[in-house]
């Protein structure tokens, strides 16, 4: 499982369809969490991600140094699905989406990583899976990071 994790002032994901527009989510400070699924992803991938994710210390404590996590500071968490995480684009010009989980299995693992989140006491906003949609956000910092359940950097 993937995820970029953008710092946000706020954010929002609109829901595109039939040529009209809908807000899906919106937070003010939190995260703004693009999240990808692949085949062998299990709920311990989902666990782990929402876990990082809830005590990530990103942002700033009374020295300025990033110490706190989103937990600490009340923050909110919008999430998305994004199946172009496991885009791979090395060959061609057209990438290939293989690696992403099919739609039943990536759509109930997503699901169980919101779950996982406002386990931990989040506010937890979330776009519509399989909808054509439209993200708006402040990222603060700028803060960005890459997290992969299965890989070690």
């Not at 991600?49 to 937990?71: C, Q, T, V």
């Not at 290939?96 to 006491?121: D, I, M, N």
């Amino acid at each position: 499982m993937r995820a970029v994790i953008q710092k946000v002032t706020h954010a929002q994901v609109d829901i595109i369809e039939n040529n009209s527009r809908d807000t899906g989510g919106k937070i003010d400070n939190g995260f703004m969490i693009l999240l990808g699924v692949t085949h062998d992803d299990t709920e311990a991938d989902a666990r782990y991600i929402a876990d990082k994710a809830a005590n990530l210390r990103i942002f700033e404590d009374e020295n300025g140094k990033l110490n706190l996590s989103l937990k600490d500071v009340g923050g909110s968490v919008l999430l998305v699905s994004q199946f172009t995480l496991y885009a791979d684009a090395r060959s061609g010009r057209r990438p290939s989406f293989s690696h992403a989980a099919h739609a039943a299995q990536a759509a109930a693992l997503y699901q169980r990583t919101a779950e996982y989140l406002r386990g931990h006491g989040l506010t937890v906003e979330t776009g519509r899976f399989q909808t054509h949609m439209q993200v708006t956000l402040c990222n603060d910092g700028p803060v960005t990071l890459l997290l992969d359940s299965q890989k070690l950097f």
